[in-house]
């Protein structure tokens, strides 16, 4: 049977099938093709009732035939669940989050400590820039971590474990507010040290904060673009220096 060698005789058995079970063969494969079988839906449908007939029936999930094993709000649970994890067992990255704006607020408020006793003049001005700056680039050093999960999020979303629009929102519900606090909390204490009479302030810090929403949506836009983190802080920062210009 060996193909070379002094007693090969696989031509006689090529041969041999040709004429005895290829025509025989090829029938049954054309018969075969004719008849339809059943499509995934059909036998997803059918496993299902046949898992209802076991006696462990109670346990079975209702059917669901779209890409996706879960409804959007158990996918939104389960992610919000294990970012709210995430974030309490990395007590390091919290206190990043918080303190460091806290820290700054300090800094700043010791510098700029009764400016609104004085008169209001090119020093005013100066403590409220410096203030809007340190605001806009408050998310500025989130991005390294934005790019990071932007891959983790991609392959699994590839695999269909969850839609897009669910990781977003449970970004949205924890990531933004811890953001949105730090940020308030640096405003509160500038605002302080500054001295300024507090009618001024629902004003003042509507305005940080707005800039603050402006720039972390600007931040995690081009987060969701660039290719790696270094060429976001790099696309960043041309929006970034036509504010402060301007």
């Keep these: 049977v060996t193909p ?18 290829r025509p025989e063969l090829g029938v049954r494969v054309e018969e075969a093709l004719q008849v339809q079988g059943q499509t995934v839906p059909e036998m997803l449908c059918s496993a299902h009732q046949k898992a209802l007939g076991d006696d462990d029936s109670a346990r079975i999930r209702r059917m669901r035939l779209g890409p996706y094993a879960v409804p959007f709000h158990r996918q939104f649970a389960t992610l919000l669940k294990r970012r709210l994890q995430l974030t309490m067992r990395n007590p ?11 820290l700054m607020g300090l800094l700043l408020g010791s510098v700029f400590q009764g400016i609104g006793k004085s008169d209001f003049g090119i020093q005013t001005v100066l403590f409220l820039f410096i203030t ?3 605001l806009s680039l408050h998310s500025l050093p989130l991005m390294p971590v934005l ?3 932007r891959g983790f999020m991609k392959r699994e979303s590839s695999e269909r474990l969850y839609t897009v629009s669910a990781h977003l929102l449970t970004i949205l519900c924890v990531t933004v507010p811890l953001s949105l606090a730090s940020a308030t909390i640096e405003v509160l204490i500038i605002y302080q040290f500054s001295g300024l009479s507090y009618e001024y302030l629902p004003v003042v810090l509507a305005w940080c ?7 972390d949506a600007h931040f995690q836009c081009i987060a969701a673009a660039a290719p790696d983190s270094e060429q976001a802080l790099g696309m960043s920062l041309p929006f970034l220096m036509v504010f402060m210009l301007f």
């Design 132 to 134: 809007l700056t340190m």
């Design 147 to 149: 790019v990071q999960e």
């Design 209 to 215: 904060l707005l800039l603050f929403l402006l720039f």
């Design 92 to 102: 390091a990255a919290i206190g990043v989050q918080v303190g460091m704006p806290t």
């Design 4 to 21: 070379g060698t002094d007693l090969d005789a696989s031509d006689a058995l090529v041969q041999s099938f040709n004429e005895r079970q």
